[in-house]
T-cell receptor, first 113, second 112 residues
């Protein structure tokens, strides 16, 4: 039972354009969402997060949008750069519960020069 | 910077062997976690610990156990390794709250 789903295993985007990565969740108890970035042979690193009281959070080139009614979030990267090529994981947490994260399957983003 | 160190980058073990994966963090974090990463499945939580000698099952604990005798060290144990435990294993620690996860570089375990 995959509570956090990333339905696109891979995405290819041209350098300078916008990258949009999508994530859906099923558990209505989730109220905090994060994106992690992972390079090969390294552990995931935190990128950006959003609380359910917001619908948008921005940090430089990265913006996360949350649509609670649709149980959907997306990560926008603009402009995309070659160094953004990595696997991106969406993660969710229910603050009331244990301090653990539930991750999606990941999306491999490739930025083409 | 918080550092989470996993003792081995690559391991090859035989079916039926007892396998120990070690994880050490250097920032006095209370919480420690073991995940495995598999293609198409993402990261799945095996076990986690909130304090020394405390452990909680994650989503896929079968075939695994853990040990946390000291605050900085969290060990994952495969009692009798099987080929379906071939995977990338990732350890993480956090001080409190889900924002502060720091992951190790991972151990790629192959069971033959």
């Amino acid at each position: 039972d995959q509570q956090v789903k990333q339905n696109s295993p891979s995405l290819s985007v041209q350098e300078g354009r916008i990258s949009i990565l999508n994530c859906d969740y099923t558990n209505s108890m989730f109220d905090y969402f994060l994106w992690y970035k992972k390079y090969p042979a390294e552990g995931p690193t935190f990128l950006i997060s959003i609380s359910s009281i917001k619908d948008k959070n921005e940090d430089g080139r990265f913006t996360v949008f949350l649509n609670k009614s649709a149980k959907h979030l997306s990560l926008h990267i603009v402009p995309s750069q070659p160094g953004d090529s990595a696997v991106y994981f969406c993660a969710a947490s229910a603050r009331q519960g244990a301090q653990k994260l539930v991750f999606g399957q990941g999306t491999r983003l490739t930025i083409n020069p | 910077d918080v550092k989470v160190t996993q003792s081995s980058r690559y391991l090859v073990k035989r079916t039926g062997e007892k396998v120990f994966l070690e994880c050490v963090q250097d920032m006095d974090h209370e919480n420690m976690f073991w995940y495995r990463q598999d293609p198409g499945l993402g990261l799945r939580l095996i076990y986690f610990s909130y304090d020394v000698k405390m452990k909680e099952k994650g989503d896929i604990p079968e075939g695994y156990s853990v040990s946390r005798e000291k605050k900085e060290r969290f060990s994952l144990i495969l009692e009798s390794a099987s080929t379906n435990q071939t995977s990338m294993y990732l350890c993480a620690s956090s001080f409190g709250g889900v924002n502060g996860y720091t992951f190790g570089s991972g151990t790629r375990l192959t069971v033959v």
